[in-house]
């Protein structure tokens, strides 16, 4: 069965730091989005990215983060200057149906932890 | 913008009871509610999900049922057996770009 795929699975990096999560949606999949779980908490959307673009942005998603789709098969999330509450779950997810009406297959996550 | 209430926070049953989750949310125009399974450190996955112009679905132990009127829908499960431990999460989309999650409901099953 194909899935989503994210790397890399844990990553550690200093306040300030830029960091890239990286993520390969189910291949036939149009929509694409990157959510964020802190600990414990929620499951709140970041982002979503069709068509090449970025489709919608929730109010966390601030100048300091940035979306790409680099070639046919990555999708990546960009951190500029990582702060301490920047220490979360990512996940990227993809989904097939027409946006917002269908199911989101996520990854298995990135766990960013910010020191 | 849209809000998902969700109730309660944590819910513990004994095996073979039933549990029932709520969910609230603010936007009229969400049409899409579907539900999310969590289990300790693992993705979440989609267990079942409803539209707007269908007011119970049903999916052998699991049903959800929806009041628009309200702007309520909630989540059944019978016969509780301990896989099914985990965290729960509703959602409703309007049917643009993004899926809004609730809290989250830890559901404990005691054997």
């Known amino acids: 069965e194909p899935e989503v795929t994210q790397t890399p699975s844990h990553q550690v990096t200093q306040m300030g730091q830029e960091v890239i999560l990286r993520c390969v949606p189910i291949?036939?999949?149009?929509?694409f989005y990157w959510y964020r779980q802190i600990l414990g908490q929620k499951v709140e959307f970041l982002v979503s990215?069709?068509?090449?673009?970025?489709?919608?942005k929730s109010e966390i998603f601030d100048d300091q983060f940035s979306v790409e789709r680099p070639d046919g098969s990555n999708f990546t999330l960009k951190i500029r200057s990582t702060k301490l509450e920047d220490s979360a779950m990512y996940f990227c997810?993809?989904?097939?149906?027409?946006?917002?009406?269908?199911?989101?297959?996520f990854g298995e996550g990135s766990r960013l932890t910010v020191l | 913008g849209e809000n998902v209430e969700q109730h309660p926070s944590t819910l513990s049953v004994q095996e073979g009871d039933s549990a029932v989750i709520k969910c609230t949310y603010s936007?009229?125009?969400?049409?899409?509610f579907p539900w999310y399974k969590q289990e300790l450190g693992k993705r979440p996955q989609l267990i079942i999900d409803?539209?707007?112009?269908?007011g119970e679905k049903k999916d052998q132990r699991i049903a959800v049922t929806l009041n628009k009127t309200a702007k309520h829908f909630s989540l059944h499960i019978t016969e509780t057996q301990p896989e099914d431990s985990a965290v729960y999460f509703c959602?409703?989309?309007?049917?643009?770009?993004?899926?809004?999650f609730g809290a989250g409901t830890r559901l404990f099953v005691k054997a």
């Open positions: 997810a993809s989904s097939g149906g027409g946006a917002g009406t269908g199911e989101l297959f």
């Open positions: 291949s036939n999949h149009l929509y």
């Open positions: 936007d009229s125009a969400s049409n899409y």
């Open positions: 990215f069709y068509n090449n673009e970025i489709s919608e």
């Open positions: 409803i539209r707007s112009n269908v």
């Open positions: 959602a409703a989309s309007t049917g643009g770009f993004k899926t809004i």
